[in-house]
């Protein structure tokens, strides 16, 4: 019997599955699993977000107007090479959707956001892998991937599920090393946590650059995760390219309030930044005093590498974590299936879970 078909490559994606938010059987739950803030959004952005509830029988600015100014008054950007979206997710596809087709061809690095080939697959194109080198983007490996059916390629940096960085220097070599027809996607969406010197989002590179987009988002150091929000800073012509394909109302009203403020809100913004240093820090040096191998990270979240040894492996550390309330995120599917991801937690969650992972390396039953 004939019936609809997807488009080719569709049927090839393997969908996307978020951190898990539950651990059936334990008492009071720590979800470090989804890279979310543990200081929630500002008062400000939760304040904004109630008043909009009057505005909700009424369509949204299609524009996103108001969000825009905001964004380019925090930034010093130019509002009309800004794009916002539900997330930095939509903006990717719809990057994709634009830029990808049948026989092209991305660049992904090789633990890099899983969405990158998700959206590639969507447009008919394929993803190829780049090697990296200590859980670090390869900036040779990228351009050595490189051949006449590139079209696009995607960078996270800081990278998630690593939590590692190139600098700018390095970002800025790879951009001067493609050719000028070749989309260079810069994924900043955990960049306000990076207090690295030679760090730069990818805003002065798009600035005086014709191939490069910087795509952020509201979900991460904001803490609008529930709300959907993210906004691109491109040139002109790409700006022109999306507006044409992206929905006319694709972000709400409440979205837009909650993230205005939220922007705004430099005080808040400067507390969540302090609470991942001093958290993050901390963490990583807790941990490998357990003598597990901890990669360095710059975002709000870790990865930590578990022996390959019976007992004492990731997946037996994810069902002892997971009976004392502890979720962390299993990455197998990023290629690491001996290592978890943590988010830096609550000073509570951050001192139970190195105390969780001692008892585990301390050999207690995964049962007790």
Avoid at 98 to 127: M, N, Q, R
Avoid at 169 to 186: F, N, W, Y
Avoid at 322 to 330: C, E
Wanted: aromatic share 8%.
């Amino acid at each position: 019997m004939k019936r609809p078909e997807p488009q080719r490559g569709v049927l090839e994606i393997e969908p996307y599955v978020g951190g898990r938010a539950r651990a059936d059987g334990a008492g009071p739950i720590y979800k470090l699993s989804a890279n979310e803030t543990p200081l929630g959004p500002s008062k400000a952005a939760i304040e904004a977000f109630k008043d909009a509830a009057s505005s909700l029988s009424l369509y949204p600015d299609g524009g996103a107007a108001e969000l825009r100014e905001a964004i380019a008054e925090r930034y010093g950007l130019n509002p009309n090479r800004i794009v916002c979206g539900a997330g930095s997710d939509e903006l990717l596809h719809l990057l994709a959707q634009c830029y990808l087709g049948e026989g092209d061809e991305s660049i992904v690095t090789e633990h890099g956001f899983l969405v990158y080939p998700i959206v590639t697959s969507a447009a008919g194109a394929k993803a190829v892998v780049a090697k990296e080198v200590g859980y670090r983007t390869d900036v040779d490996a990228i351009l050595s991937a490189v051949t006449e059916k590139t079209r696009v390629v995607f960078l996270a940096n800081p990278n998630n599920p690593t939590g590692t960085y190139i600098p700018a220097e390095e970002v800025r070599r790879l951009q001067q090393g493609l050719r000028p027809d070749i989309l260079l996607i810069l994924d900043a969406a955990y960049s306000e946590y990076v207090s690295k010197n030679d760090y730069e989002a990818g805003i002065e590179l798009v600035a005086t650059c014709e191939n490069v987009v910087m795509t952020r988002t509201f979900s991460k150091i904001y803490g609008l995760a529930g709300l959907r929000l993210g906004w691109m800073y491109a040139p002109q012509h790409i700006v022109d390219v999306v507006n044409r394909v992206r929905g006319p109302f694709n972000v709400s009203i409440p979205a837009m309030k909650a993230g205005v403020a939220a922007i705004r809100d430099l005080n808040h913004l400067k507390l969540s930044r302090e609470h991942n240093d001093k958290w993050l820090a901390w963490l990583t040096g807790e941990i490998s005093n357990l003598g597990l191998e901890v990669t360095p990270s710059v975002a709000n979240f870790l990865i930590i590498h578990f022996p390959n040894e019976k007992g004492k492996t990731a997946k037996d550390a994810d069902a002892f974590l997971m009976k004392r309330g502890l979720i962390l995120r299993a990455v197998t599917s990023y290629g690491l299936p001996d290592c978890l991801r943590l988010t830096v937690g609550t000073e509570e969650a951050n001192r139970l879970v190195v105390a969780a992972l001692a008892e585990f390396m301390n050999g207690k039953a995964v049962t007790s």
